[in-house]
């Protein structure tokens, strides 16, 4: 069946009538709130100004490119006891996913890159989709481990205990999912059967929720340990404590922001890193906008930079980290002969 006939067939309910959409956009607008309050919006602009925009796209872009490259290396460590996966197609395939978060509402990227790399090597999308899972579980790990290191390093998460409270929120988050992939691991068949007892009055519904965690199961291979594991640790820690804090250095060299040495730089680089991770957890609007500023200000000012300076320096890693990501994906679009439009389907398909 063609798209248009499936469209015909099962027509989508528009994105503004989803709840999820109105919540996300409610707490970006608060955490927007956040990031301005009390700000002199003409400090901000002057700071804006001010910034070394060769440093800061020199550094930040080729920094960008990299973290999806480690990503997609990562991810290979993931899909290879799927099957073989190219290292281009699963670079291709994160380029698209990071640019569909963008974009597109409820983290619809994790869905997209999915169907984007299915597609592209004729994989399973379910067992694509058991990779990220368990790709998203270690980053949520990692994030955690990264807050815990910020909190020994600061002495404390300050007076407000935000990142503290941000630990407690993601704790569950990280635990639970890894808790459910363990056990699909390692007992299956007890797995199954508690689909197969959940869902018995549904029984279409539980073939297929069974079909497709056998296709999940498939993506789990990287938890069978050996070398796969060695290099999950390496990438994940590679990602989450260099190579994504090289564009929050661009813009501290950028504003030329008194932080110190090298030593504090690096720590006030990871504690940005850390608040903003704890903030896009939250759901909110595409783009992560307004969290994420309210993330550079709060972790900027236990530094002793000022609010407004604090914002612009979040203003410019999030427009770069936008263009970038977003600059990427439609690039992939567009030598892969792929619209934005079968992207957008995609987001909206079921089937992962």
Sequence with gaps: MTSEGSAKASPRRPRWRDPHVWFGLAVTVLFGWLALRDVDLAEVQRSLARADWVVLLTLSIPAYVLLLW?????????????????????????????????????????????????????????????????????????????????????????????????????????????????????????????????????????????RLLIRFQEGLGALSGGTHLVWLAIHTASIWLLVSIIPIVAVFLALDLELGGPAEMVEAAWTTQAAVGVAVALPSAPGFFGLFHAACRFALVAFGIAPATAVAAGTLLHGVMWVTLTTAGLLVLRIRHTSLGEVDEAAESPSP
């Design 70 to 210: 480690v990503r997609a290396l990562r991810w290979r460590h993931l899909t290879d006891p799927i099957r073989p996966m190219p290292l281009g197609a699963l670079f291709r395939a994160m380029a698209v996913g990071f640019m569909a978060n963008n974009i597109f509402p409820l983290r619809m990227g994790e869905v997209v890159r999915s169907w984007v790399l299915a597609r592209e090597t004729h994989t399973s999308a379910a067992a694509v989709f058991g990779t990220i899972v368990l790709e998203r579980v270690l980053d949520v790990v990692a994030l955690i481990l990264l807050v815990v290191l910020v909190l020994v390093l600061r002495g404390g998460g300050g007076d407000d205990g935000a990142l503290e409270r941000g630990v407690l929120l993601l704790l569950p988050v990280a635990l639970l999912p890894l808790a459910g992939l363990v056990m699909l691991k390692a007992m299956p068949e007890r797995v199954l059967a508690l689909g197969r007892f959940v869902l018995r009055p549904a029984p279409r519904l539980a073939a297929s929720a069974e």
